[in-house]
């Protein structure tokens, strides 16, 4: 089974500055990936970033990387330059091929955009 | 930019009382979720659907779900006999095929059972 684990319920940053999110991994599959969501007050969930555990880079889509470290199990979202729009609910997720493709969550973190 | 669309995007309801919420998967995705949040909790797994049957399913899905694609297009989950514990927002994704690819999620039904 898969877990994931997010240790920071809440983050601050400022406006323009750049924040990292936690998140660990727990999974006996030697293929998985990883993935992160942004859930705004809205309510919907919309893909960030995907990291698969065989890529050899790290993961980046525009503002957001994905700082993966396979032996230490973490894949961190880091988000450069934060808007104020990045204000969200940011959840980690995984799955591996030997699971259906079910993803697994992790609990979340609230990141506060300070202007 | 396509998008996964559900109807409705809230629901009322009784206890005890049925409930189909819908799902418009991308159109060439092969691949069909369901997931729900309860109010202030993680996103928690609930059914696959690959090949018009069930892949996998949770311990949450018991006998008062089920899910089909009765047209080709639409997706549903259907709960019997719903519960005060059903209250939650019930997320479809879909994915292009199976593997370690991402899954685009749609923009929720909430759920309120009363």
């Not at chain 1, 990883?34 to 970033?49: A, C, D, N, T, V």
């Not at chain 1, 940011?90 to 979340?108: D, E, I, R, V």
Request: hydrophobic share 30%.
């Amino acid at each position: 089974a898969q877990k994931i684990t997010q240790t920071q319920p809440g983050m601050f940053v400022q406006e323009k500055e750049a924040v990292t999110l936690d998140c660990t991994y727990d999974t006996s599959d030697p293929s998985y990936g990883l993935f992160w969501y942004k859930q705004p007050s809205s309510g919907e969930m919309i893909f960030l970033i995907y990291q698969g555990s065989y890529d050899q880079q790290n993961a980046t889509e525009g503002r957001y990387s994905l700082n993966f470290q396979k032996a230490r199990k973490s894949a961190n979202l880091v988000i450069s330059a934060s808007q104020l729009g990045d204000s969200a609910m940011y959840f980690c997720a995984t799955h591996s091929g030997g699971s259906n493709y079910k993803l697994t969550f992790g609990k979340g973190t609230l990141l506060t955009v300070n202007p | 930019e396509p998008e996964v669309t559900q109807t409705p995007s809230h629901q009322v309801t009784q206890m005890g009382q049925e409930v189909i919420l819908r799902c418009v998967p991308i159109s060439n995705h092969l691949y069909f979720y369901w997931y729900r949040q309860i109010l202030g909790q993680k996103v928690e797994f609930l059914v696959s659907f690959y090949n018009n049957e069930i892949s996998e399913k949770s311990e949450i899905f018991d006998d008062q779900f089920s899910v089909e694609r009765p047209d080709g297009s639409n997706f549903t989950l259907k709960i019997r006999s719903t519960k005060l514990e059903d209250s939650a927002m019930y997320f479809c994704a879909t994915s292009l095929r199976g593997g370690l690819i991402e899954q685009f999620f749609g923009p929720g039904t909430r759920l309120t059972v009363l």
